[in-house]
């Protein structure tokens, strides 16, 4: 079964600092991974996704992730954080052994201080 | 109106009351979603439709009934609701139901069950 790991329910940055969150997934077969973003009191917009091209996916707002096989990783990072980023992310996973069904994290809130 | 719209966006509803979720997306999309975002738990798919036709029901218990008259639009039916079932329900679409697609969230309805 598929299964989506994110490490730190709350990290706390400051403005222009890196941005790192960190996703683990299980999944016996090769996976398809997403990041969403959900700003307060909208619904999730997807940031990027990996779908077995390119291992480094560049997405919005200058998010990219970086899909690791031998780390079973896909951690999602910012080299310079901005005050608009201060949100709640989700990874996740999708793979042909739950029929189609994606599996969330439980998600990462993200704070940006000045 | 443009990508995925949710009415009403807040109800407060009696366990005794009957009411309606609307969603209504303008993306040309043929897949629907109905999920759960409860606070401190994971996002919980609850139904999936594709072509108008039922493809997952989550093990969602019946009073929550689910209706898909066309691509476009997706209702939520709610009666004899427990307070537990207060939380924030998402509608999304994506083009196929396919694994790599990528989900168009609408902004939630905030439910409480008083």
């Known amino acids: 079964a598929q299964s989506v790991t994110q490490l730190g329910s709350h990290v706390s940055v400051s403005e222009g600092a890196l941005v790192l969150l960190r996703c683990n997934y299980s999944?016996?077969?090769?996976?398809?991974l997403f990041w969403y973003v959900q700003y307060p009191n909208q619904g999730l917009q997807l940031l990027l996704k990996?779908?077995?091209?390119?291992?480094l996916v560049k997405g919005i707002n200058g998010f990219e992730a970086e899909f690791k096989k031998s780390e079973t990783s896909f951690h999602l990072t910012k080299p310079s954080a901005h005050m608009s980023d201060a949100a709640e992310y989700f990874c996740?996973?999708?793979?042909?052994?739950?029929?189609?069904?994606?599996?969330f994290g439980d998600g990462t809130t993200l704070t940006v201080k000045p | 109106e443009t990508g995925v719209t949710q009415t009403p966006r807040h109800l407060v509803m009696g366990m005794t009351n009957k009411k309606s979720l609307k969603c209504e997306q303008h993306?040309?999309?043929?897949?629907m979603y109905w999920y759960k975002q409860s606070a401190k738990k994971p996002l919980e798919l609850m139904f999936v439709?594709?072509?108008?036709?039922?493809?997952e029901n989550n093990s969602v218990p019946s009073r929550f009934s689910p209706e898909c008259p066309n691509s476009s639009h997706l209702f939520l039916h709610l009666h004899t609701l427990q307070p537990e079932d207060s939380a924030l329900y998402l509608c999304?679409?994506?083009?196929?139901?396919?694994?790599?697609?990528?989900?168009?969230f609408g902004p939630g309805t905030r439910l409480t069950v008083l």
């Open positions: 439709y594709n072509f108008k036709e039922q493809t």
């Open positions: 993306l040309g999309h043929n897949a």
């Open positions: 999944s016996s077969v090769p996976p398809y």
């Open positions: 990996y779908t077995s091209a390119a291992t």
């Open positions: 999304a679409s994506s083009q196929s139901g396919a694994l790599t697609d990528t989900q168009y």
């Open positions: 996740a996973v999708s793979d042909n052994t739950n029929a189609g069904k994606s599996t």
